[in-house]
Every structure is written in C-alpha cells, then in structure tokens.
C-alpha cells in the first residue's frame, strides 16, 4: 500500500511517459489518457489483489478500462506495476507489436481482462465477470473505468439495470468524468447531469470525487467494499489532460500529437527530469 506522495509521483511520471510515448509513436487520445491517470495508478499501487507473477490467477480482481482509447495510460500503468518490462513499450503503436491504440484480447498481453474499443462494451463484460464470481463462490471484486461519453451507450445502462437487479456488490464503476467527448462538451452532447443521480437512479450506490484527489478515491474505494447490496459506481471529476498547463481542459489535445519541444515542456511542468 503506497502514501499518497508516493501515488503522486507515480502519477506525474507515468504522465510524463504517457506524453513522450504519444509524440514518439505519432498516436492520439492523449487527454483522454491524462484524465484518467490516477484512478487507475489508485487502484493498481493500492486497490487491486493481484499478482503480476501470476497474472491469471482464478481469484484475482480484474480490471477493465472500458474506456480503450485511453490504454496508453493503462500499458504504462501495468508496465509500472510489473506485468512486463518497461523497455517493451518502445515498440507501442509500431506495426505488428502488441501494443495497438485499443487493448488486445487478454491472451496476447498479461494484465488485459477484456478487449474494448467499442464503447459500452466494458460495463456488461465486467457485469457477466461479477455474476461468474458469484456463481462460482469466489470474492473478487471487479473495476471498471468508463468515459463520460461512453454513457451515451444504452448498453451501459442496461447493464447498470441488471446490476441493480442482481444486488452485484463486487461491481465498481469509476466515471472519468472530464466533461468533454470527441466533438464537444459532454453536457452539450447528451444532457449527462446529474450523472451521479442517474446511477442513484438505476438503483446503484453512486459517490461523486474529485479524481485527482487521492484521499477522495481511495475514500469512495472503502465505501464501495463496505456495501453489500449494490453496485457501486464512483462519478471521480476530472480534467482533460490533467497535469499539463497547455493540455488541460483543451479537447484539441483528443486527437492532438505532441512535439518535441511540447513534450519537454510538459515533463518541466511536471517535474520529471528523463
């Protein structure tokens, strides 16, 4: 279990990486991978049971980032964790390596649970894994990271409504809410507020944070493992490009690629001298 400086510092580099693999391997999404950083550094440096050294282990928790344009964040993350070397990671985006720009199915890379790309996938997968767990009288939980915009889906919430009916207690959701999407304002797209009422609604325990605030998560983190009649789904307020003066809350940097020049500029601002 890690302090929270320590979580911080994890947080700044794995941005710094995410930032420099972005620019060398010419690939997109980049705000999209800084809003959700420190969620998923929350949950794999002090949440999730699992092995790195045995990465298939029946009764370990599993993650899904249903949100798969954001795996840049989640390669570095499990690279940082132990699932493979760092120095991998010099091949991402390059043809025929395994690191592509959504994740792979689970058998091509250690520490992936589920392929997803197409948005709304992640929640029904990680709502069929919970059921399985329950089913086969193991104690995993399962996490899950969905975008804003992903709410847009009728599959999120038809699964959110089985959960419901289920009482599926070892389900977590985070919401990266960074209040942007693709073409526009989240708000402006498809009316998402109150997004923590609507889950509320489908009959979840529903938390809003601030997810840059690891007191917040790791707070809301406990609360999900206390409750054992529903799902629970945690509304984390972010920001697009977190970290980054010139990145954040710009929705040019969803498909923007990073100089050179920029991405020195970034790794000062976040204090990451290599």
């Not at 197409?118 to 399985?132: D, T, Y």
């Not at 109150?194 to 983190?221: M, T």
Request: aromatic letters at 8%; one cysteine or more.
């Amino acid at each position: 279990m890690s302090n929270h400086q320590e979580l911080i510092d994890r947080s700044n580099l794995l941005r710094s990486r995410i930032i420099e693999t972005s620019s060398l391997s010419g690939t997109p999404h980049l705000g999209s991978c800084l809003s959700c950083v420190d969620l998923l550094v929350a949950l794999y440096f002090n949440e999730l049971k699992i092995d790195p050294r045995n990465p298939y282990d029946p009764l370990r928790d599993r993650f899904i980032l249903s949100k798969g344009h954001g795996v840049p964040a989640l390669f570095q993350v499990l690279a940082m964790r132990g699932f493979y070397p760092e120095s991998w990671l010099k091949d991402y985006g390059k043809d025929g390596g395994i690191f592509a720009e959504h994740p792979p199915t689970p058998d091509h890379l250690a520490g992936i649970e589920a392929a997803t790309g197409s948005l709304g996938h992640g929640l029904p997968i990680g709502l069929g894994m919970a059921l399985a767990g329950r089913i086969q009288k193991q104690t995993y939980n399962i996490y899950t990271v969905l975008g804003d915009g992903e709410c847009n889906e009728g599959s999120v919430w038809e699964a959110a409504m089985l959960a419901a009916a289920q009482q599926v207690s070892n389900l977590c959701v985070f919401v990266d809410f960074n209040k942007w999407q693709a073409t526009g304002r989240s708000e402006e797209v498809m009316a998402l507020n109150s997004l923590s009422g609507k889950w509320q609604a489908f009959g979840w325990n529903a938390l809003e944070i601030d997810g840059h605030d690891y007191g917040q998560i790791l707070a809301a983190l406990e609360s999900f493992k206390l409750e054992n009649t529903k799902p629970t789904a945690i509304i984390a307020h972010t920001v697009k490009g977190k970290g980054v003066s010139f990145m954040q809350d710009d929705n040019n940097w969803h498909y923007r690629i990073p100089t050179a020049d920029e991405v020195r500029m970034a790794k000062l601002e976040l204090g990451v001298s290599s």
